[in-house]
């Protein structure tokens, strides 16, 4: 039915919208350059205002670290939705925003200094990253299981195009835990990422 409908909005001239949040657990002691990535990507997102072209440079830079840092890729989970319509997406959108940020410690306190003594900070040795993207087109890439490093792979690199071609329309990034010091154990992963599936 839904491919029936797919066809008929593309003869009527309408906008496909695409919504989808991936999902990746990283683990490992050597995670922690990564949520350095994160942060400041966070910071850079807050101090831009929300501007588009500065959330899609910093996806880029959250994609290609974890295409380096694919050696400790865990599990991962992923969802989505296809529109017509512009409201309904950007609903759907604030849903997975308001989850992801709900998620355990997955929100940062940007309005700290980050000048903490790094010795005194334990180390975590999980990380989830969460992103929720919203874009025009068809990119199959994003619209599969991406529960294989493969697929998970192509899905990065895609999110990447996706920004150099002009084509998003949102870009949220939520990670857990969400600054030093924070730590995600075997059991708070459990308890609050339990869609998560081995790659």
């Known amino acids: 039915m839904s491919s029936w409908r797919d066809r008929f909005s593309q003869m009527s001239g309408r ?3 695409v919504v989808c949040r991936l999902m ?31 959330l899609g440079e910093g996806l880029v830079e959250v994609c290609q670290t974890l ?72 990119v199959p890439e994003l619209e599969t299981d991406l529960a294989s490093m493969e697929a998970m792979t192509a899905a990065l690199k895609a999110l990447i195009n996706l920004h150099y071609q002009g ?6 990034v939520h990670f857990s835990p969400a600054q030093l010091g924070d730590e995600l154990t075997s059991d708070q992963l459990l308890l609050n990422f339990a869609e998560l599936v081995p790659l």
Request: proline share 4%; net charge negative.
């Open 67 to 138: 295409l380096q840092n694919d050696l400790y890729w865990q599990t991962a989970a992923n969802e989505g939705d296809v529109f017509w319509n512009e409201g309904e997406a950007g609903d759907f959108v604030t849903d997975l925003f308001t989850d992801s940020a709900q998620r355990y410690l997955s929100e940062p306190d940007l309005s700290q200094s980050p000048e903490v003594e790094p010795l005194t900070l334990p180390v975590t040795r999980n990380l989830v990253v969460m992103i929720t993207v919203a874009f025009t087109g068809e």
């Open 15 to 17: 906008t496909r919208f």
């Open 167 to 172: 084509n998003l329309r949102a870009i949220q």
């Open 24 to 54: 990746l657990h990283l683990a490992g002691q050597e995670v922690a350059p990564v949520l350095g990535v994160l942060n400041r990507a966070a910071r850079q997102a807050m101090d831009s205002d929300g501007d588009l072209q500065v």
